[in-house]
């Protein structure tokens, strides 16, 4: 159920006006196994504050950890404001402006940082070495 300022928020749907969303939990497992659920944490009813467009309550996540606690968890139609470490997530509003999955590479020689969209040179046989410009240019003397 969503609210805002402790009221029920409304939002316009295309039909009705909209004051809750349905978020469907699933698991995957092999039929002569056991699941390690752990039911009855909760009621089906979760109220919580509207935040960012298409932003899910934290509170969701963390029924979903308890319910779920050694499993692996993957969000399906995620985006950058419902990233969560420890879980996979999917969708195609994911993408660069999320800064902290920028990849960070360090020059191997000098320890400089290669930042996104700049030269850097890799080896052919050698795993995972990369070299910053200055430092190319200085093998290459």
């Known amino acids: 159920m969503k609210t805002k300022d402790h009221k029920i928020y409304l939002t316009h749907g295309y039909y009705f006006m909209h ?7 699933g698991y995957k497992h092999n039929p002569n196994k056991r ?3 752990l039911p009855h944490i909760t009621s089906n009813v979760l109220i919580a504050e509207v935040r960012k467009k298409s932003q899910k309550p934290d509170e969701l996540y963390e029924l979903i950890e308890l319910m779920f ?5 993957i969000e399906v139609y995620a985006r ?19 800064d902290k999955w920028l990849l960070m590479l360090h020059c191997d020689k000098c320890h400089c940082a290669l930042k996104p969209n700049t030269v850097r ?10 070299l910053c410009e200055r430092c190319m240019t200085e093998e290459n003397k």
């Open 19 to 25: 004051s809750y969303e349905i978020c469907l939990v």
């Open 35 to 37: 699941v390690g659920c």
């Open 69 to 73: 606690p050694s499993t692996k968890k």
């Open 80 to 98: 950058n404001n419902n990233l969560r470490f420890g879980w996979f997530s999917l969708g195609n509003q994911l993408g660069e402006s999320y």
């Open 121 to 130: 040179y890799k080896a052919k046989r050698r795993a995972n070495y990369d």
